[in-house]
């Protein structure tokens, strides 16, 4: 008998068959290159402010380096529960409707994980998050994306939403203002889709790690809505806003019972968040708001000037609302996004994501990172008009 071992022979059906992330592909291709302008990865180019680094520099000089509660810092959650009625409106228990998790991704990794039978339908607006679909295959769900336009603003309507849903649908996931687009939503156009997901008795998952970063009118929670609270997670977190992306703090509230069911899962799993990043999530949402909007501003000019350079090569673009994400058309090249994106890389050193990495409804796009220096994205686009006047 041969001794002879094949390791991946072992490995699950449904790992199998999830794709590698198509934003780390072309970041560790950047990592490879010199003299590379990457618009690939979506991270703020600002380094943590001060203050909150100091937070964080204190509790360890202070020695707040055990475990905490599963659920988290209570001063944590008593802060993120006074800053939420104060923003979006919604009220939650900090005892026990707030959950402190590794940043966002583990709160709707767990969310999904406490809420998904087999079988069960996830519905969600494409192009989105990477990490979307392939977190509802984990949990043995079926996921459905429901396409959006760049015509709408890359808004989902509540009409797409009904045609999909089927006798087997039970969650629907919102991400507003969007990764890749930029897309947000309206008052009336959520008070819509609540009224289907009620109809239908469906749970929603809200990721509003982007809602800080809102460049024009009012960012709404569909958990404000009324009669929607008890029927929402709502998921934020502390990367994009505060630009903390390295200190993995997310949160997830809703309703008592699901957050205990999330905990569980996270006891298991992670335990606890760092008691240290904690600390400075405490500093960030306490007395970080100035820092904050000055960032946002320094977003806003710089997504006007991308956008109008794209419109000005011939790529129309619309105009993102929210996030630090631009997301052009490059359908008038007869590019595959893929194609493009490789080839642009190839000859003018400038890194972007193709749209399809986002769902097949992001076909024909780019995702264009603006979190990035203005001179950065000055050079970025002489390359990107040059490129395309050689194709």
């Known amino acids: 008998m041969s001794s002879s071992i094949q390791p991946d022979h072992f490995i699950a059906e449904h790992v199998r068959s999830i794709p590698r992330s198509g934003i780390r592909e072309f970041f560790e291709l950047v990592q490879n290159q010199k003299d590379v302008i990457s618009l690939g990865v979506g991270e703020p180019d600002f380094v943590t402010p001060w203050h909150i680094r100091e937070a964080a520099i204190f509790a360890l000089e202070k020695g707040r380096t055990t475990y905490t509660s599963n659920l988290g810092l209570l001063k944590l959650r008593e802060a993120i529960s006074d800053h939420l009625r104060n923003a979006p409106g919604l009220a939650y228990d900090p005892s026990n409707e707030i ?61 797409a939403i009904e045609r999909a849903v089927t006798s087997r649908s039970k969650i629907l996931m919102l991400n507003f203002p969007t990764n890749p687009t930029g897309g947000t939503m309206t008052r009336v ?54 630009s903390m992306t390295g200190f993995r703090i997310g949160y997830a509230c809703g309703p008592s019972a699901i957050i205990e069911a999330m905990m569980r899962i996270h006891q298991y799993s992670m335990l606890c968040a760092s008691y240290i990043s904690q600390e400075a999530a405490i500093e960030a949402i306490t007395r970080g708001e100035a820092d904050m909007i000055a960032m946002r501003d320094q977003y806003r000019a710089r997504r006007n000037f991308i956008v109008k350079a ?82």
């Not at 192009?127 to 808004?155: E, I, N, R």
């Not at 469906?202 to 509003?208: S, Y």
């Not at 893929?338 to 642009?344: N, Q, V």
């Open 310 to 391: 794209f419109e000005s090569m011939g790529l129309p673009c619309n105009l993102p609302r929210g996030s630090f994400y631009a997301f052009p058309c490059i359908k008038p090249t007869g590019l595959s996004s893929k194609e493009f994106a490789l080839r642009l890389l190839k000859t003018e050193k400038v890194a972007c994501v193709p749209g399809d990495a986002f769902g097949a409804s992001g076909e024909g796009f780019l995702r264009c990172c603006f979190a990035t220096s203005l001179d950065q994205l000055e050079i970025a686009a002489e390359r990107m008009e040059r490129f395309l006047k050689s194709i």
């Open 99 to 159: 959950l402190i998790s590794v940043g966002v991704s583990e709160a709707l990794d767990i969310a999904l994980r406490a809420l998904v039978n087999p079988g069960d339908e996830v519905l969600y607006h494409e192009p989105c998050y990477v990490s979307y679909s392939p977190s509802v295959q984990l949990t043995h769900g079926v996921a459905v994306p429901v396409p959006c336009s760049a015509d709408s603003g890359f808004a989902v309507s509540a009409e």
């Open 189 to 242: 156009e959520l008070l819509r889709i609540a009224e289907v997901v009620m109809r239908h008795n469906l749970l929603v998952i809200t990721d509003e790690i982007y809602s800080e970063l809102t460049f024009e009118g009012e960012h709404v929670s569909i958990a404000s809505l009324p009669g929607m609270r008890d029927r929402t997670v709502f998921l934020h977190g502390f990367s994009k806003a505060y």
